[in-house]
Structure formats: C-alpha cells, structure tokens
C-alpha cells in the first residue's frame, strides 16, 4: 500500500513480556516517528529517526523501550519487560526529507493483562 | 518547552450547524509550524493542515477554514455546514520545525466532534 503499515494492529499480552511493533512507512521517506496515544490523550513522541539513526530519543519513558531502524527503512518498537501502564496505541508516522507533513499509521494497539 | 491547549474536550452539533476548535500554543521558538489532524473511529490520524509562522493569512478549504493569529498563539479551525462524516477527533499540533531534530510534534488532547443527523 502507499501508506505507513503497523504490524499488528493489535497486540495482547501478560506483564513481563517482551513486544516488538513493526512500522513500514512510506516509501522514500527518510524521516520517522514513534508516538504513544494513551485513551483519551492526544499522542505523545517517543522517537525520531533520521535515517538509520535515532536522532531523538527524548521521548522514551524508561530504558525497558527501544527503537531500531537499521536498514533506514522499517522500524521496530521493543519494550521489555512490559507493564500494565504500558496499554496504549502506538502509532508510527513518516514523512520526506524537506518541508513534508508527517503521516500516520493506523496504529497498533497494545494491551498488557 | 512546546505547549498545546484544546480547552474543548467535546462539541456536539446538528448536521449544517457551523462549528469552530479552538487552539491554543505555547512556544520559544521563533519559528514554527502548526498542525491540525483528524482521527476519525477507524483510528488513523489524518492529515488536515499546516501553517508556519511567518504566514499569518487565514486558509480556507472547501468547508473547512483556519484562523492562525499570533497575537493571541491561537489557531483555530472552522468546519462550515458540518455533516455527519466530520464527526471525529480533532489534534491541534505544534513542532519547531518540518523536519530535523526539531520536528517532532507536540499535540493537545484533542476535541471530540459529533455532528447529528
């Protein structure tokens, strides 16, 4: 599709596990971005690559979350150890280098039982 | 440090009625850009707009239309004749840039808008 793609769209799992999301964005597209949408809330940054490079990663909450992108294409999303708190949408989004808009996946939703 | 305000949290209105979204920013920088997104039941974040700072002239698409005054860090979003399909989530956003380090953004919690039949 020509759109950012989210795998999966949901994911359900027991504390203490380990996730990984997947974001493919749209192609050609250097910049990408990791965001938390908790219900409710509008969504908060985690990370931006620039490239193959994590060129901000302020937005991360804690050491258990780590993002990789080492093709400069796909990113995954890892969380450790994963905790209750850690419910939400994460939504992935992309943009082209130069005065572009950023676009938004659909998300994937992940619920930690 | 990057602020956005939408001190609506939800607006209903009957389908044709105008409705407007306040937004409201807060920002050191002396450049940058504002957004606005929709994010209707289905869950994607939809690209609407973007305004920088050095342009100050109100846009107007199709039904839709955005007042940016940097007088009062305000940059509102009108939707005339509402129908029921706008019914959604609406995100004021703000970033320092468009890209670079300094392009993620800042949303506010947004604005729920259901439009009745």
């Known amino acids: 599709g020509a759109g950012v793609s989210q795998t999966p769209s949901n994911k359900v799992t027991e504390k203490g596990k380990y996730v990984e999301l997947r974001c493919d964005p749209i192609s050609g597209h250097t910049a990408l971005y990791w965001y938390r949408q908790s219900l409710g809330q509008g969504p908060e940054f985690l990370i931006y690559?620039?490239?193959?490079?994590?060129?901000?990663d302020s937005g991360l909450p804690n050491d258990r979350f780590f993002a990789v992108r080492p093709e400069g294409s796909v990113s995954t999303l890892k969380i450790q150890r994963t905790e209750r708190g850690d419910s939400a949408v994460y939504l992935c989004?992309?943009?082209?280098?130069?005065?572009?808009?950023?676009?938004f996946g659909d998300g994937t939703r992940l619920s930690i039982l | 440090a990057q602020k956005v305000t939408q001190a609506q949290t939800e607006i209903s209105v009957v389908e044709k009625e105008d409705v407007t979204l306040d937004c409201v920013y807060e920002t050191r920088d002396t450049t940058y850009y504002l957004f606005w997104y929709k994010q209707p039941p289905s869950g994607e974040l939809v690209f609407l707009i973007r305004?920088?700072?050095?342009?100050?002239q109100n846009e107007i698409s199709g039904r839709y239309s955005w007042n940016f005054q940097k007088s009062t860090s305000s940059f509102n979003f009108t939707i005339t004749a509402s129908q029921v399909v706008d019914s959604a989530v609406y995100f004021c956003a703000l970033s320092g840039a468009p890209t670079g380090a300094n392009s993620k953004l800042t949303f506010g919690k947004g604005i729920t808008l259901s439009v009745r039949p």
């Open positions: 305004r920088n700072s050095f342009d100050e």
């Open positions: 989004a992309s943009s082209r280098q130069g005065n572009q808009p950023q676009h």
């Open positions: 690559f620039q490239g193959t490079g994590a060129a901000d």
